[in-house]
């Protein structure tokens, strides 16, 4: 059995997972009177997202239910203007879009994948009315491969609303997060790595600073990424060799516990466990060779977790 810790464990784990008609701004959106906003900007990916603007000279507009959140007073020390608004407050959308120029958007189905669609419509309705020039959508990688997964098809269903809604538009589709593992790092440390799937299965990562340097590149280069659907991922190896990765960047031995499915869907319910049955069966295809060609600063699986052992370290 693995108890009621791992199923506090696994369900943080999947907080995861054409040119419309307007004209692209000129390439290097860097513009002293342009501000980017950032939606879900104390979140994983939008927080990754506004730090990278910042680091690059933009100026961000980092949208919040909670301003006084240390998330967002964190933002606002390196540079960042909070605005307080909501999914659910049209009103306060397009009050936080006055003046921009570019929308990143972030979708969660923390609320059931219904309500993301009903919420993401919203959003892009709002950058649309007050005629955003470029919106930029993180989704998942494989949403348009009908799975079944309630939560890619939302996403999908919200790519394809963003595309017919008139704006210049990239879509962003990240593969699984790295930073995941800080809310599996107490097991690790404890030498369990809990995965229901074997060994064998080859998997695929992104760190979200890596999501936050794509999406910056799109508003940086409009004319390379305005109408494009672009999967990401940083790293890939097997399940096995990512837990002797673990084993030796913790210096301990680290045994692979493994439920059963039925045990696993018991303990994260079938939204999960069917993600992660895909994700064994057919799972993600970016081609990551080509990407760190390109890209060879990428985050790798080791160079991650290697600081997350030296920040846990410090933090103790």
Aim: contains cysteine; proline residues 3%; negative net charge.
């Amino acid at each position: 059995m693995v108890g009621q810790k791992f199923m506090a464990l696994v369900a943080t784990l999947v907080v995861i997972a054409g040119c419309g008609s307007t004209t692209g701004s000129a390439d290097n959106g860097r513009n002293g009177d342009a501000v980017l906003l950032v939606t879900g900007a104390t979140g994983t990916q939008g927080g990754a997202v506004a730090r990278e603007l910042l680091s690059r000279g933009h100026r961000v507009r980092a949208l919040t239910r909670n301003p006084d959140q240390p998330a967002a007073q964190a933002l606002q020390q390196l540079g960042a203007e909070i605005v307080q608004g909501d999914f659910n407050d049209a009103a306060s959308l397009r009050r936080a879009m006055a003046g921009v120029s570019g929308v990143f958007g972030v979708s969660t189905w923390d609320r059931g994948s219904d309500q993301e669609v009903v919420l993401g419509k919203q959003l892009i309705d709002a950058a649309a009315a007050v005629g955003i020039g470029h919106f930029v959508y993180t989704s998942v990688a494989g949403a348009d491969l009908d799975s079944g997964l309630a939560h890619f098809d939302s996403k999908y269903e919200l790519e394809q609303y963003l595309a017919a809604s008139g704006m210049d538009y990239t879509i962003v589709r990240p593969v699984e997060f790295m930073n995941n593992w800080r809310w599996t790092f107490a097991e690790l440390q404890n030498g369990r790595y809990i995965e229901p799937r074997d060994l064998s299965a080859h998997h695929q990562w992104i760190a979200a600073s890596d999501i936050g340097f794509f999406v910056a590149e799109a508003f940086d280069h409009p004319s390379e990424w305005i109408g494009r659907t672009v999967e990401i991922a940083g790293d890939e190896m097997t399940l096995g060799e990512l837990r002797a990765l673990f084993a030796d960047a913790l210096g301990r031995p680290v045994v692979h516990v493994q439920p059963s499915w039925d045990e696993f869907r018991a303990l994260t319910g079938n939204e999960i466990a069917d993600m992660y049955r895909w994700m064994e069966q057919e799972g993600y295809a970016v081609d990551v060779a080509a990407l760190r060609a390109r890209y060879p600063a990428l985050v790798t699986v080791r160079q991650f977790f290697e600081q997350l052992v030296a920040a846990e370290a410090n933090d103790s």
